[in-house]
């Protein structure tokens, strides 16, 4: 297969050079970006009159019967080529004739190159984006299921005060949110197209950049043909979004698996979604999280090679950004797979409401409220934690919690318990006066439900 830039070399590429050089194995899945920008860019180049336009017609005409055939099968990517735009350019110059040799006419490969990896970028944080506004569809529909579930929250994994489920759904759903207002604000940065930008100086020809540009639905032609050719920001930007989608499907993994542990038994793993082991008849085990988790750590290892690959590279293009592509293919597929599985997985969930309620009375959550019960009668604020957690102690040697004592019990440690104690540290009482903006009260909780799902509605619909 003749290279396309073979016409000063008098003798051919070795072998062992030429499978080392070549991106067709990798770069072949750009298929559909790189006919859809060269389409953009024929019809371009026959409105301005710098190829026929019968020319740019056989062309485009070509492309489209490349595309079809790529994509029932009939085109397979093999024959030894350099990449996909040599094969593509190949196969229409076999197909059409001369005409087909006029297609790179005012473009190079670093030009081309730049707007198949943006637009399939941007394709693919248009899906991810639309997978997480998924994701956060799951969580919205067990938050209003669950305002009502009480369960222990806690600090550094020590139980801390009484909460609900939807409260703790909440706060993912918060991270979630964040990751989809940084994959918009990606999607804004990287919409300009590079198409046009030459090989690093532009061109002579007189191209029509902002044509090509609306026809390929970006907002504007990047402005420096030098940072058109060399930008990879965008998918740094990208694998960086990514990134933080995989740590917090990491965190909310590590949740789930302790919380499917048979200390916690919060939670029980549908059987689609779990696998046993080969020798223990009893084991159930959360796969889907620990693979999460897991993969974590590799699209990280995506990310650190792309900016390793990055660092020192001068102006423009250089051989180098060729590394681009396969770590962010892997991340790009990583974190899709990750986010629509675990979407799935958690909608199938099983929780169990009677054990979360149980632990968080056994775990002394409604402490804090016991201490404001004092200080509310009286009792400087320092006293009252020093009682409540001497009561606290009392009831560990016992085995007992705070609300399973009697009020002599109580008023051996402070002679101002009353009655009403008990119905101040239950679990209700404790949730439900928690209304500031953001807690885990009903009010609050329904409030913040309402609003979420408003915000939902704006970004599904734009």
Not at 289 to 297: A, D, F, P
Not at 330 to 341: E, G, N, Y
Not at 446 to 453: G, H, K, P, V
Request: overall charge negative.
């Amino acid at each position: 297969m003749a290279q396309l830039w073979g016409g000063r070399f008098t003798k051919g590429t070795d072998e062992a050079v030429k499978e080392f050089n070549d991106s067709l194995p990798f770069d072949q899945r750009l298929y559909r970006e790189d006919i859809r920008g060269s389409i953009a860019h024929a019809r371009m180049l026959g409105i301005q009159g710098i190829i026929s336009p019968e020319d740019s017609a056989k062309i485009e005409e070509g492309l489209n019967g490349i595309l079809a055939d790529i994509e029932s099968g009939a085109l397979t990517f093999e024959g030894g080529y350099e990449d996909i735009h040599s094969f593509v350019e190949a196969h229409l110059t076999d197909r059409i004739g001369e005409a087909g040799k006029r297609l790179h006419t005012g473009r190079s490969r670093n030009d081309q190159v730049a707007l198949d990896m943006k637009l399939y970028t941007r394709r693919k944080a248009e899906e991810i984006r639309e997978d997480v506004l998924g994701l956060l569809e799951v969580l919205a529909d067990l938050m209003e299921k669950h305002i009502g579930t009480y369960m222990p929250g806690f600090t550094h994994l020590q139980k801390a005060q009484p909460t609900t489920l939807a409260h703790h759904l909440g706060a993912y759903f918060e991270m979630f949110r964040r990751d989809v207002t940084r994959l918009n604000d990606t999607i804004v940065r990287m919409n300009e197209c590079p198409l046009g930008a030459g090989a690093m100086a532009g061109t002579t020809y007189p191209l029509d950049r902002e044509y090509t540009a609306e026809a390929l639905s970006f907002d504007r032609p990047t402005r420096n043909s030098m940072d058109s050719v060399s930008d990879r920001d965008y998918l740094i930007e990208f694998l960086s979004d990514l990134s933080l989608i995989m740590m917090h499907l990491s965190r909310f993994s590590e949740e789930l698996i302790l919380w499917n542990s048979n200390e916690y038994r919060f939670v029980e793993m549908d059987d689609a979604f779990s696998t046993g082991s080969s020798i223990m008849p009893q084991k159930k085990n959360p796969d889907i999280c620990e693979l999460v988790r897991g993969k974590t750590g590799r699209v990280y290892g995506d990310l650190v090679s792309l900016l390793t690959t990055m660092k020192a590279i001068p102006l423009a293009y250089n051989k180098d950004m060729q590394e681009d592509k396969e770590p962010a293919f892997d991340a790009i597929d990583t974190a899709q797979s990750c986010v629509r599985l675990f979407a799935q997985m958690l909608s199938t969930v099983t929780f169990r409401e009677d054990v979360m309620r149980r632990s968080a009375v056994l775990g002394f959550t409604n402490a804090t409220d016991a201490a404001d019960y004092l200080v509310g009668k009286g009792v400087p604020f320092r006293d009252a934690h020093g009682i409540i957690g001497r009561i606290v102690l009392y009831c560990i040697e016992r085995n007992e919690s705070i609300d399973d004592l009697s009020l002599e019990e109580l008023r051996s440690f402070s002679p101002v318990f009353d009655e009403d104690i008990y119905d101040a540290i239950s679990l209700e009482t404790c949730v439900e006066k928690r209304l500031t903006a953001g807690a885990p009260g009903s009010d609050a909780m329904r409030d913040e439900i309402s609003e979420s799902r408003r915000w939902l509605d704006s970004q599904i619909k734009e």
